[in-house]
């Protein structure tokens, strides 16, 4: 089932355009995340979120930022495209188990492949 | 620095067979370990995950991970695939106390007919 929500599925743009990668979780989540994910790599973190306000860059350089101003929306911005950052984001979430000291896993959304021409 | 490694990037295996992937983390600290999978044009799903307790840990679909700690793996199996089972199988890591998630690279997996 689709808790946490991403759009647009497919987004091809020009190069220079500025846009905006949305992500919606509907649990309540503290904690959300931006993935990088290309074909044979592993997932790259480029921005993370612990909470409304909250906002850290990831592990990955990434030229994008984020927001964190409802504890539901996470959205991802890139400024100018470039075909660099042709690439498929996951947007994912997580929370502390109650009553467990412990993290839930991550909920990821469906993705959005982003193709820069 | 935690690090995952997925050796196979492609394991192609007849249906009915069973099947590992392999998984591989560097941590001096204590770990949680996860298997996520992701169909075609899809996010990641849960497959399974260990936290503590038992080192044999059961998930969806009939898989199956084993954590061994002297060895820093966590290799998933399934006793007998099918071909719905083909799409890639990504093995995550956090360490305790931080809230990030490391992943590996990803194993294709092709079941065939």
């Known amino acids: 089932e689709a808790d946490i929500y991403q759009t647009p599925r497919y987004l091809v743009i020009g190069t220079g355009k500025k846009i905006t990668l949305e992500c919606s979780q509907t649990m309540g989540h503290d904690k959300m995340y931006w993935y990088q994910q290309d074909p044979g790599m592993e997932l790259h973190l480029i921005h993370y979120?612990?909470?409304?306000?909250?906002?850290e860059k990831g592990d990955l350089s990434s030229e994008s930022t984020v927001s964190r101003i409802r504890t539901e929306h996470f959205p991802l911005t890139l400024e100018s495209a470039r075909p660099s950052h042709t690439s498929q984001y996951l947007c994912a979430s997580s929370v502390l188990i109650p009553g467990q000291n412990n993290n839930s896993p991550l909920h990821f959304g469906n993705g959005t492949r982003l193709t820069v021409t | 620095a935690q690090s995952v490694t997925q050796l196979d990037s492609q394991v192609p295996v007849f249906e009915e067979a069973p099947v590992e992937l392999r998984c591989n983390y560097s941590s001096s600290v204590s770990v949680y370990l996860f298997w996520y999978v992701q169909y075609p044009n899809q996010g990641l799903q849960l497959l399974l995950k260990y936290l503590s307790g038992s080192t044999l840990v059961k998930g969806i679909n009939g898989f199956e991970a084993e954590f061994n700690k002297s060895q820093t793996s966590f290799h998933l199996r399934k006793p007998s695939v099918h071909i719905s089972d083909t799409a890639e199988y990504f093995c995550a890591v956090r360490t305790s106390g931080t809230y990030k998630y490391i992943f590996g690279t990803g194993t294709r997996l092709k079941v065939l007919a």
């Open positions: 979120s612990y909470g409304v306000n909250s906002t």
